[in-house]
Structure formats: C-alpha cells, structure tokens
C-alpha cells in the first residue's frame, strides 16, 4: 500500500505565502507524474500544478507565475511553493501520485487533503 502525507496548509492573509509538502511511503518502485490538485467548496476538483518524473511541469493558468512545484525522486517527495495567494486560491489541496510498483504495474494515489485558507 502506499499513503501519500501532506503538509504545510493553514491560513494566511492576501499576497501571503505557503509552502505545501507531500511525502510518499510505501512499496514503491518508481513514481511518474505528482501534483497538486485543489477543490473549493461547490466546486470541482482541479488540477493546480504537476511535475513528471523527468521534471516537465503544467501549471493551471490562474497559478502561473505565483506557483512553482518541484519534487526530489530520491525521497518521493513533492512541495508547492505558493505566492502571492489570493482569496480565490482557497481550497483543500490533495497531493496526486502515479506510483509504479513493477515496470508494467502502477497506481493513482491521493492524499488526505490539507485546508489553505486565503484572508482578505
């Protein structure tokens, strides 16, 4: 089995920063693409930013140049780094892992979710 952890979400004011971590623990051989997703309440589940294991990344538009993701492939670790946040920016943020157990095995995990919440 794998668990993915989060951390690092609480509350901070407009224009504010935070960093968020996910850890992934397990039986794993290798992990492809990790990211980050968010879900505001009433709203969908979104992707916010992702990073293949080569080191390719996609932003959502409305993160692009305030976020950055990275990952470290030694420690199966991912961490979004959040700037300038915004009110909208609010959500529950999930960390997402394809986590291969064999070279012809793998796996969609996601974390517990970790509360950011944006003040004006």
């Known amino acids: 089995q794998v668990q993915l952890v989060e951390s690092g979400g609480g509350l901070v004011q407009a224009g504010g920063s935070l960093r968020l971590s996910c850890a992934a623990s397990?039986?794993?051989?290798?992990?492809?693409?990790m990211g980050w997703y968010r879900q505001a309440p009433g709203k969908q589940r979104e992707l916010v930013a992702r990073i293949r294991s080569g080191g390719t990344t996609n932003y959502a538009d409305s993160v692009k140049g305030r976020f950055t993701i990275s990952r470290d492939n030694v420690k199966n670790t991912v961490s979004l780094q959040m700037n300038s946040l915004k009110p909208e920016d609010t959500a529950v943020y999930y960390c997402?892992?394809?986590?291969?157990?064999?070279?012809?095995?793998?796996?969609?995990?996601w974390g517990q979710g970790t509360q950011v919440t944006v003040s004006s």
């Open positions: 397990g039986s794993i051989f290798s992990i492809d693409a």
């Open positions: 997402n892992a394809d986590v291969r157990f064999s070279s012809s095995w793998s796996n969609n995990f």
